[in-house]
């Protein structure tokens, strides 16, 4: 009699968890966002972009922006010792679907915020990176030269993780307003990159939304950028007939006559 | 948050896919230039690793520059002209040496990369050349400006002349260049064309900075006329890698050359005025010191360990 007591209640119980676990567990609630700009046009006087992603979230979320770029083969050297003492080009090393631009912002640290099967399993951060990238290396001691690319990235400003870089307020009926900025660099290539937005809560994920922004060269560019690739002749023999007429316009207006003294 | 990117100082790059500020490049192609038109160098071995350096990838970098130098060649070699401090005959002879060095040079560096050698030979050659030119003019002209050694004006006839000279004075078709006031076996700029052709090839650089101390220990031309002497041959070197490089690797940026020239030709003008200003030993002694430097900033890159253990393939 006593266990019958508690049927109605703990099915009632089961009941809400199953539906609350079953809503938790879907990735794929989404949720508006902005981003600003999301077309970019490749000018002469182009020096990278800042984009801005703004939304407003349900409180309490911890928010991941991620952009990413194509996975592309990256073909590189590795330095190593030659006769003990000389720092030379030891071999090659060659990394598959590695990607061409990886951007993370996050409200706190990424540790904080989910499990690291759950960050493998969005790709968040450089090790789950890591993990999606092959390396066709000889021996594994090779692999260990991830991090050593991942500084190369960096160094151009084509890798970036900012923690605790984006802004979170909270705003009436339980909802915060989340604001992140990052800077797409002059060295990223044109392509639609996928920007992604993602809400975390007890370390799973609630909300995944995701817009892409187009980088595409303006004409200008795309004008000199076709004559070099497709008219390689013509553009060499134009370069070396400008870079002739400005040395012999510098001669005729620096045209006073020298002494050797 | 990352800084907001300044849009007026930079302009994009359409084959390095990258943005430059303007005046960085603007100053650095002047500083160079200057370089070129004080020494007869191209000032190719310095511009290309300050190129990478501002993140240009290497093989852009050099392709860009050696259209540069053009420009920078040009200007200086109307300034020196103007002075009468061009040999064209010496110029063509080696020239015609050079093309036919950098064909062999070519190859050879062909056959060095299939035996995994090329990358430890270009360094190593480039950092005993430098070492060896470098020390050795800084030792002549020291010597010759502090009067520890009487060197009178060279004129043609040496008094102890060495093993090399010797060699030199037997060359059959013996020639009088009217600017340089020498008179030499037409063999002799050639084959110097030839053996600077090979190391130029070999370290991919315009070998100018080979070339000058060559001239005026080799064959004996007077410092003045070696500089617009040599900066008259390096145009076409140029002309012909610019050529080449957009045509077969389609690696000339021609914005990145175009400010890098604005900056080089009035620094190459500037330089050249201040060469006929400055001694024959003064300007050997300036120039041993920028070598050394290059060759001490390339010694110390082989022995210390890198900060980043890995490149892009085809960079430094």
């Known amino acids: 009699m006593l266990a019958h007591r508690w049927i109605i209640p703990l099915s009632v119980f089961c009941l809400i968890e199953f539906v609350s676990q079953g809503w938790a567990a879907d990735p794929s609630t989404e949720i508006e966002f902005t981003l600003t700009p999301n077309r970019i046009a490749i000018d002469p006087f182009y020096n990278g972009s ?51 631009l990886y951007i993370l912002l996050s409200s706190k640290k990424l540790s904080g915020i989910a499990p690291p099967e759950i960050l493998d399993k969005y790709c968040l951060g450089y090790s789950a990176v890591s993990k ?9 001691s090779d692999r260990s030269l991830f991090n050593e690319v991942i500084k190369l990235k960096e160094r151009d400003r084509l890798f970036f993780i ?30 639609e990159y996928e920007v992604s937005l993602l809400g975390f809560r007890e370390g799973q994920a609630r909300i995944q939304s995701t817009k892409s922004i187009v980088l595409k060269r303006g004409a200008v560019i795309t004008f000199i950028t076709s004559a070099a690739k497709n008219h390689g002749l013509l553009y060499g023999c134009l370069a070396v007939f400008f870079a002739v007429c400005a040395g012999l316009c510098t001669g005729l207006i620096f045209g006073k006559k020298t002494h050797k003294s | 948050m990352p800084p907001a990117p300044s849009h007026i100082l930079c302009l994009y790059l359409p084959v390095a896919s990258n943005s430059v500020n303007i005046f960085l490049v603007l100053g650095l192609g002047g500083g160079v230039g ?32 050696s259209n540069q130098i053009i420009a920078a060649c040009v200007s200086g070699t109307i300034a020196h002209a103007r002075s009468g401090a061009v040999d064209y005959k010496m110029g063509f002879l080696i020239l015609m040496g050079g093309i036919l060095g950098g064909s062999i040079g070519v190859k050879l560096i062909h056959i060095l990369r299939g035996q995994g050698q090329a990358d430890i030979t270009i360094m190593l050659v480039y950092v005993i050349m430098l070492a060896g030119v470098g020390f050795y003019m800084f030792y002549d002209s020291l010597t010759a400006l502090t009067g520890w050694r009487y060197q009178p004006e060279f004129q043609g006839e040496l008094e102890c002349p060495s093993f090399f000279n010797r060699v030199l004075r037997r060359l059959p078709y013996k020639i009088y260049f009217h600017r ?14 030839l053996l600077v052709g090979i190391l130029a090839s070999i370290m991919g650089i315009g070998g100018g900075f080979i070339m000058v101390p060559s001239m005026v220990y080799l064959l004996r031309m007077p410092m003045h006329v070696v500089v617009g002497t040599n900066l008259f041959q390096e145009i076409f070197i140029c002309t012909t890698i610019t050529i080449m490089q957009a045509t077969l690797n389609h690696t000339v940026d021609f914005i990145l050359a175009l400010i890098l020239l604005l900056g080089s030709v009035i620094g190459a003008q500037a330089g050249a005025h201040l060469s006929n200003r400055l001694k024959t030993d003064q300007l ?17 890159r082989l022995l210390t360990k890198p900060d980043i253990l890995v490149m892009y393939k085809g960079g430094l």
């Not at chain 1, 991620?66 to 050297?77: A, H, I, P, Q, S």
């Not at chain 1, 999606?132 to 594994?140: E, K, L, S």
């Not at chain 2, 006031?181 to 037409?186: A, D, P, V």
């Not at chain 2, 070598?291 to 110390?300: G, K, S, Y």
Request: charged share 20%; with cysteine; glycine share 10%.
């Open chain 1, 50 to 100: 800042e984009i801005t992603v703004e939304a407003i979230t349900p409180v309490g979320l911890d928010m991941v922006i991620v952009c990413k770029g194509r996975e592309e083969t990256l073909e590189l050297k590795k330095k190593g010792k030659v006769w003990g003492f000389l720092w030379m080009n030891v071999g090659d090393l060659v990394f598959e679907r590695f990607p061409s």
């Open chain 1, 132 to 140: 999606y990238v092959t390396c066709n290396a000889p021996d594994d």
């Open chain 1, 162 to 191: 900012g923690e605790e870089k984006i802004n979170v307020e909270p705003i009436q009926d339980n909802r915060q307003q989340i604001k992140g900025s990052f800077l797409l660099p002059p060295k990223a290539s044109p392509f």
């Open chain 2, 34 to 65: 200057f370089l070129a038109g004080m020494f007869g160098v191209g000032g190719g071995f310095l511009l290309t690793p300050l190129m990478i350096m501002i993140g240009i990838p290497p093989t852009i970098a050099a392709a860009s520059v």
């Open chain 2, 180 to 193: 340089s006031k020498i008179t030499l076996s037409i063999y002799a700029p050639l084959f110097l064309g």
């Open chain 2, 284 to 300: 050997k002694i300036l120039l041993s010191l920028i070598i050394l430097a290059v060759m001490v900033e390339m010694l110390l």
